[in-house]
C-alpha cells in the first residue's frame, strides 16, 4: 500500500514543529517532503566570515531558507500564552493543555543544542517587584515572561539538527530552494518548471516572507482572508547600561505596554535586543526596514535596542493594513535613499533633521552603519510620532536615560500583519479540505514558539484525519 503524502510549504518553525509532530505520531508510516524556497542552513553561512554569527551584512539578511525568519533572529523563545498570538484560545479549541504543548517546544530546542539558562523574572523577587512598582506608578504594563535565548550564533545549528533528526528519524524529506508558485483543490503542489505533484494533505506555512503569496493564492481558490492590526513604530538604541538592570536580573527582552495620552493608542516594547545590534532588511519593491538580534548571551556590543511598536487596526474604506504599513515604509525609504533613517531623539523631539557631523558626536553610536541621517518626522504620519514621544517620555520612568537626547530613533520599523486565513480550530481550511494552514505567514502567530504552536495544532488536525479515515 502506498504512504499517505504531506506536503509542507515553509521550513520555518511552524513547517518544523509540525512535522516532527507527525514523525512522531506515524513515525515512517507517512512520508512528508518539505519545500522551502530558500536555501538549505548550509548555504546561509556568511559567505564575508563564512560563519553563522555574522548576520550584519547584506548577503546573510535572507530571510528565508530552512529554518525560516528565526534563523538569523536572536531566537527569543517567549514561553507565555499571551505572547505572540492567543495561544490559550488555540489550544482550548482542542483541548489541548497550552502550557504543556509551550514545554514540548522548549523541549525540543534543548535537546538539540539550545542554552540551558532559562531567564525568569519570578526568580529575583525583589527586582521585579521593584520594577511592577516603577511600572504602576506611570501606568505602564509590564509583562512578566520566562525565555530562552537561543542567540544568533546557536541558532542555525540548533535548527540544523532539528533538520537531522527528522530526516533519520522519520520519512522526512527537505526540498530548499524550492519555491511553490501554486496550490489547487485537489491538493496539488506547482512547481517552477510547470511539474505538479498531488498530495493527500497539505500543510502552508511560507511566513511574512510568503504571506502576500498566501493571501493572493487563498483569493483565487476562494479562501476567506481577514485583515488584521498593523504594528508600526521606530527601533531606538541607547546604551546597553540602561537597561542591564532589567534585562539582566529581570527579563531578558522585557515587554512595557503603554497606552499614549494623546491618541489613547497601544504602542509596546518588542525585540529587545540586550548588547546587540541593529540590521537592516531588505523588503520587496525598494523598501528597507530595520531590526535588531544579538549574538549570544554575553552580547558584544555597547549598545542595546528595541522596537517601539504602535498598534493600528483600520476600517473602511481602507482596511488593507499591509499596504498604509508599506506605503509609510516605502515613504521612509524613499527619503532615507532607500536606507534606514536615523535621527537623534533630540533633533525628532526639536524639529531638526539630524546630519551625519552631528551623529558623529553623538553619546549613542548606532550598531548599523548602513544608515541615512535624517528627519523621520518628513516621512511618519504626526499621530505616530507623537505616541514615540509621548511614549518614550513615559518610559524613561522605568528605563531612566531611554528619553535622553542622545537616544538613537531609526526607521522605518514595521511588522507587517498577514491576513488570517478562515480556518477550523485544527487550523484546515474551512473552504477547502485538507488543506491546512500554519505559522506567521496566515496570521496565526507572531514569533518563534507561537509559530510552532500553530504548527503542532495543524498537525494534530491531519494526525486526526489520517486516523479517522483508516
Ligand atoms: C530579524 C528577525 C528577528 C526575530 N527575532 C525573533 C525572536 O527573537 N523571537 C521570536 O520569537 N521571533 C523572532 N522573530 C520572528 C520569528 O522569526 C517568526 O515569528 C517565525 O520564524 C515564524 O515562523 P513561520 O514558520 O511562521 O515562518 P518563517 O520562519 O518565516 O518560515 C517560512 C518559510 O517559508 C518559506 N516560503 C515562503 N513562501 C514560500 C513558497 N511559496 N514556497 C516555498 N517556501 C516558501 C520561506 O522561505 C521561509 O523559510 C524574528 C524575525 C526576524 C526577521
Redesign the pocket.
Known sequence: MSKIKIAI???????LFAANEIGKQLGKEVEIKI????PPIEKRICPQKEEFECAQCDPCRI???I????V???????FNKKI?GDLEKLCSAIDLEVEQVIQQIDYLFLENGAPDKIFDPYRNKEELKDLRRKCAAVDVRFVPIRQRLLGSKNTPKIIKSIQNSLETKYDIQFFPN????AFDKDKNLYFANNKKEQFDYILL??????MI?LSEQCEKLGIKTFYKALDIGVRVEVPSIILDEICEKVQRDPKFHIITPKYKDFIRTF?VNHKGYV?KENYEENVVGV?G?QISLNGDSDNSNFAFLIRQKLTSPLEDTTKYGRSIALQTSILGGYKPLIQTLGDLRDGHRSRRSLIKRNPVQPTLNDFTPGDIAMAYPYRFITDILEGLEILDNVIPGVNNNSTLIYAPEFKRSAKKVNTNEYLESKEIDGIFF????AGM?????A?ALT?IIAAKGILNKIINNQ
Open positions: 510549504v515553509g521550513a520555518g518553525s511552524a513547517g519545500f522551502d524556497a530558500g530571510m528565508s531558507g529554518g525560516g525568519a528565526g538569523w533572529s536572536s531566537g527569543i523563545l517567549n505572540g524550492t519555491k511553490i508558485p506555512a511560507p511566513g511574512r516572507w510568503g503569496w525585540c540590521v531590526n538580534h500554519a505559522g506567521d505567514g502567530s507572531r514569533g518563534i514558539v509559530a504548527g
